[in-house]
């Protein structure tokens, strides 16, 4: 039997969140399942205006089950606070849907997809963006900007614009949290932060 290139063949035919987040659990797209403690699929309602994309779960997502609740959804919940958009109004999900990471003794350290794993689990993002339908798509981070628009974005340059994503939906690029999060221990964290929520004022604007 030939390798699975993507997660299509898991994908339900009529999808729905609930429906969604069970079929992820049983994909074999790449590689990834295999050391991950379980797949995490998102949070949030299908109501939702801003989808907000990350990368992929980290460590404690992992064993929770559910997206951005490390320390870099610490971040993200602040930034979303300050630019007036409710955690209730925002559906936060992952580009790719398992945990990659190398083990060291007894830590997990977190590594970066490649472009063959943003790619095969794309179909799970497309079935949400269709479930979800939401007003503005926001990538957090230049894999997640990949991941939506299917190619290679520039953070600095790109961010904070209302860009036209896939189908002429309303995508805006801004940084990962977890990079501001990196700036906490080396300065910078705040002007970082400002950024962020500047760009998520603009996907707020979007549609109201
Ligand atoms: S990372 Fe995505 S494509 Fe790969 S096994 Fe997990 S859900 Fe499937």
Known sequence: ?????????????????????????????CE??????????????????V?????????QEDRRGEPFVGPAGGVLTTAL???????????????VKHFRFRPRGRRRI???????????CHPWLEAELGVVDPDVVVCLGASAGRAVLG???RIG????????GPGGRATVITTH???????????????????????????ASVGS
Do not use: F
Not at 32 to 49: F, Y
Not at 81 to 95: D, K, S
Not at 110 to 120: F, K, T
């Open 51 to 59: 989808m907000l994309v990350g990368v992929q779960p980290g460590d």
């Open 110 to 120: 977190h590594e970066a997809p490649e472009l063959r794993h943003l790619v095969a």
């Open 1 to 29: 039997m030939s390798e699975a290139q993507d997660a299509s063949a898991w994908v339900p035919a009529r999808p729905t969140l609930p429906r969604l987040a069970e079929a992820v659990q049983a994909c074999r797209g």
């Open 151 to 153: 190619r290679r974005v």
């Open 32 to 49: 990834l399942w295999e050391d991950a403690t379980q797949a995490v699929l998102s949070s949030g309602g299908p109501g939702a205006r």
């Open 157 to 164: 340059a790109e961010r904070g614009k209302v860009l036209e």
């Open 177 to 203: 949290p977890s990079a501001v999060l990196r700036l906490r221990a080396r300065g910078g964290y705040d002007e970082a932060l400002a950024e962020l929520v500047a760009d998520l004022r603009v996907a």
């Open 81 to 95: 606070e300050a630019a007036g958009i409710e955690v209730g109004e925002a559906y936060l999900t992952n580009a």
